[in-house]
C-alpha cells in the first residue's frame, strides 16, 4: 500500500517562496503517476499538479508559471516548488498516486485514486 510523508510547508509572506517534499513509500515513484492536492477546511479538496511516470505534469491553471512539480526517483521523492505564493494557497497540501486524462496536447487533468491520505504539510501564506 502506497504511504507519503509530506513535509516543507510553513508560514511564508505572500509572493515567497516554499518547496514541498513528498516521501513515498510502497511502491517506486516512477512506476505511478503521482501528484500534489490541498485542501481548505469546508472546501472540496483539489488537485494542484500531478506528474506520471513518464514525466508528463498537469497543473491546475491558477498555479501555471508559480508552481513546478518534479520527482527524484533515486529518492522515491516528489516535490512542488511553489513561488510567489498568495494569501488564497493557504491550504493543508498532501499527495497522493492519481489517475490522469490527457491527449496528445498533455494531460489535462489528475484526481486522486486512493483514500488512504498522509498527514499533510501545512502552507500558511500570510504578512
Known amino acids: 500500500q502506497a504511504q507519503f510523508v509530506e513535509s516543507g510547508g510553513g508560514l511564508v509572506q505572500p509572493g515567497g517562496s516554499l518547496r514541498l517534499s513528498c516521501q513515498a513509500s510502497?511502491?517506486?515513484?516512477?512506476?505511478?503517476?503521482i501528484g500534489w492536492f490541498r485542501q481548505v477546511p469546508g472546501k472540496e479538496r483539489e488537485a494542484v499538479s500531478c506528474i506520471t511516470g513518464g514525466g508528463e505534469t498537469y497543473y491546475k491553471n491558477a498555479v501555471k508559471g508559480r508552481f513546478t512539480i518534479s520527482r527524484d526517483d533515486a529518492k522515491n521523492t516528489m516535490y512542488l516548488q511553489m513561488n510567489n505564493l498568495k494569501p488564497e494557497e493557504t491550504a493543508l497540501y498532501l499527495c497522493q498516486t492519481v489517475g490522469t486524462a490527457g491527449n496528445d496536447g498533455g494531460l489535462k487533468s489528475c484526481w486522486a485514486d486512493s483514500d488512504f491520505w498522509g498527514q499533510g504539510t501545512q502552507v500558511t501564506v500570510s504578512s
Open positions: 510502497g511502491f517506486r515513484t516512477y512506476e505511478y503517476s
